[in-house]
C-alpha cells in the first residue's frame, strides 16, 4: 500500500518564488528521503532525513519531518526553471527496508 | 564513475509480446532494486537482489514478470506475454549498503514500456 502522499500533486511558481510540498506517511519510520525526477531522466536522491532529525539543509532545499503528525515538508528556496521537476518523498519504515514512494508533486517553475 | 544505466530508455510493444528490459548498477553494489511506476501514481517495489539472489520479490504483480541478475552484476526483468497495465516507467536502483542501514540508492533513467 503507499505509504508516503505527496501534496499538492502540482504546484506552478513564478521563476524566484518559493516552492513548498508536503508528504504524509502512514506507519513509523527510520528514515525519509526526498527524490526528484526531470523529465526523462532517472530519480535523483535530494536529501535525507532521519527520524530523530527535525530539519535538514541542503542549498536551496530545506526539509522539516514531524514523526509526531507523520509528515515531512520540502522547501525549495528561489525557485528556478532547472527545478521543474516531479519531486517524490520516499520513506523508509521501521521493520522493512523497502522505500516507499507516493505518487509525487510535478512543479513547474514559469520563466 | 558511470551512474545506473538502464536498456532501453523506451519500448513500445504489442500485447502478448514480451519485453525484456536491462538494469546495470554502479559497479561494486550488491544491491540492486527494481521499481515501477504506472502513470500517474505512485512509484512501487518489485524486487530487490542481493547479489545474484532474490533477497525479496513480493512487489512482483505476477508470474509474467521474471527477474534475474546473472553473476551478480546486470539484471533483466522480462515481462512475457506483456498486458496492456504493464505500461509505465520501471526504474532501477542500487546501493551499495542494505537499504535498512539508511543509505543512499542511486537510480537509473527509468525504462518507459508502452504496450498497445
Known amino acids: 500500500s503507499q505509504q508516503g502522499e505527496e501534496d499538492p500533486q502540482a504546484l506552478s511558481i513564478q521563476e524566484g518564488e518559493n516552492a513548498t510540498m508536503n508528504c504524509s506517511y502512514k506507519t513509523s519510520i527510520n528514515n525519509l528521503q526526498w527524490y526528484r525526477q526531470n523529465s526523462g531522466r532517472g530519480l535523483v536522491h535530494l536529501i535525507l532525513?532521519?527520524?530523530?532529525?527535525r530539519e535538514k539543509h541542503s542549498g536551496r532545499l530545506r526539509v522539516t519531518l514531524d514523526t509526531s503528525k507523520k509528515s515531512s515538508s520540502l522547501l525549495i528556496t528561489a525557485s528556478r526553471a532547472a527545478d521543474t521537476a516531479s519531486y517524490f518523498c520516499?520513506?523508509?519504515?521501521?521493520?522493512?527496508?523497502?522505500?516507499?514512494f507516493g505518487a509525487g508533486t510535478t512543479v513547474t517553475v514559469r520563466a | 564513475e558511470a551512474g545506473v544505466t538502464q536498456f532501453p530508455s523506451h519500448s513500445v510493444i504489442e500485447k502478448g509480446q514480451t519485453v525484456t528490459l536491462r538494469c546495470d548498477p554502479i559497479?561494486?553494489?550488491?544491491?540492486l532494486y527494481w521499481y515501477r511506476r504506472v502513470m500517474g501514481k505512485e512509484i512501487k517495489f518489485l524486487l530487490h537482489?542481493?547479489?545474484?539472489?532474490?533477497?525479496?520479490e513480493s512487489g512482483m504483480p505476477n508470474n509474467r514478470f521474471l527477474a534475474e541478475r546473472t553473476g551478480g552484476t546486470y539484471s533483466t526483468l522480462k515481462v512475457q506475454p506483456a498486458e496492456l497495465e504493464d505500461s509505465g516507467v520501471y526504474f532501477c536502483?542500487?546501493?551499495?549498503?542494505?537499504?535498512?542501514?539508511?543509505?543512499?540508492?542511486?537510480f537509473g533513467q527509468g525504462t518507459r514500456l508502452t504496450v498497445v
Open positions: 532525513i532521519r527520524s530523530n532529525e
Open positions: 537482489f542481493v547479489k545474484e539472489s532474490k533477497q525479496d
Open positions: 559497479s561494486g553494489h550488491d544491491n
Open positions: 536502483a542500487s546501493s551499495q549498503l542494505f537499504l535498512g542501514s539508511g543509505t543512499e540508492a542511486f
Open positions: 520516499a520513506t523508509h519504515p521501521i521493520n522493512d527496508y523497502k522505500l516507499s
